[in-house]
C-alpha cells in the first residue's frame, strides 16, 4: 500500500526568525494537504536537518516521500547534492561532502522555483510599493549566483527568464545581476546610465546576511531604491509548495 508524505528541504539558517518564517509557510502547506508534511534543513537547524525529516516520516509509515526543494534556482549546488545524497540522481554533478541519507522510502524528486510565475508575481508584490514610473523604471532581481560555470549557467538561465515573468507582470522592464560573479554595480550603474531608475529586489527566501549586508555593501554610492524585502513572508508560496506536491503526487496515481 502507497503512503505518501512530504518533505520540504530549504537550507537553514542561525537566524530563527529565517527559521520561523520557513516554517509558518510550510505550516500553511500542511494544513493544505491531507498527507503527513514535514519541514527539514540542509544544515544549522540542529534535529531538524534532512535525516531528521526522512525518519519523522518513515516512522509515520510513509512510503513515497515527495521532496519539495525550497530554493530560489536550480543553479545552486546544494540542490544538485541533496538530490544525490537523497536518492533522486545516481552522481551528483559536482563533488560534495554531503553523505547518502539512510531513505527506505521511494523519493520523488521536485524542481527549485526558477522561473515559476507565481515567483514573478511574488518578487514584484515585495517591490510594487517602490514603483512610481513603471515606463522609466527597471527591476533588478538579485541573486546569489555560483562560482562554479555549469550552476551559474542554470542560475542565469532561471533568472534571466524570471526576470521577462517580472516584466510582463508588473509593466516595467527587468533585468539580473548575480553576487557570485560580482556584477550588481555594473548592471545598476549600465542602467542608470540608460535613465532608468533602478528598483532592486532581492532573489532570496527569506532575509539575512545578503540581503542585510552584502547586497546593500554592493549599491552603496548608488542611487537606487532597495528595502531588502525578501519572498517570504507571502501566501503565494505556500501555494507554490502546493501545487509542487500535488504535480509530483498526481505522478504516483500514474
Known amino acids: 500500500m502507497t503512503k505518501p508524505g512530504v518533505l520540504v528541504i530549504s537550507h537553514g539558517s542561525r537566524e530563527q526568525n529565517w527559521v520561523s518564517l520557513v516554517d509558518e509557510a510550510v505550516h500553511e502547506l500542511a494544513s493544505r494537504m491531507d498527507i503527513p508534511v514535514v519541514s527539514s534543513y540542509l544544515e544549522l537547524v540542529e534535529g531538524r536537518l534532512i535525516q531528521d525529516g526522512i525518519t519523522a516520516l518513515e516512522d509515520q509509515g510513509v512510503t513515497d516521500i515527495v521532496v519539495i526543494p525550497l530554493f530560489v ?128 529586489a532581492p532573489l532570496f527566501l527569506s532575509e539575512g546576511y545578503f540581503t542585510e549586508k552584502v547586497i546593500p555593501n554592493r549599491l552603496e554610492g548608488l542611487e537606487c531604491r532597495y528595502t531588502g524585502r525578501t519572498l517570504l513572508p507571502h501566501p503565494l508560496l505556500p501555494q507554490w509548495m502546493e501545487s509542487q506536491a500535488k504535480l509530483l503526487l498526481q505522478s504516483l496515481k500514474s
Open 73 to 200: 534556482s536550480s543553479g545552486s549546488t546544494h540542490v544538485d547534492e541533496i538530490a544525490y545524497a537523497i536518492g533522486a540522481k545516481a552522481v551528483p554533478d559536482m563533488e560534495t561532502d554531503l553523505a547518502p541519507f539512510r531513505v527506505r522510502s521511494r523519493i520523488h524528486f521536485g524542481a527549485p522555483m526558477d522561473d515559476d510565475p507565481e515567483i514573478a508575481a511574488m518578487v514584484w508584490d515585495k517591490v510594487r510599493e517602490l514603483s512610481v514610473n513603471p515606463a522609466k523604471e527597471v527591476i533588478l532581481l538579485v541573486g546569489h549566483g555560483s562560482r562554479h560555470d555549469l550552476f551559474r549557467r542554470r542560475w542565469e538561465k532561471g533568472i534571466n527568464s524570471l526576470a521577462r515573468r517580472v516584466s510582463e507582470v508588473s509593466g516595467t522592464s527587468a533585468d539580473y545581476a548575480l553576487l557570485s560573479p560580482g556584477d550588481v554595480r555594473d548592471k545598476v550603474t549600465a542602467w542608470m546610465e540608460r535613465g532608468c531608475d533602478v528598483i532592486v
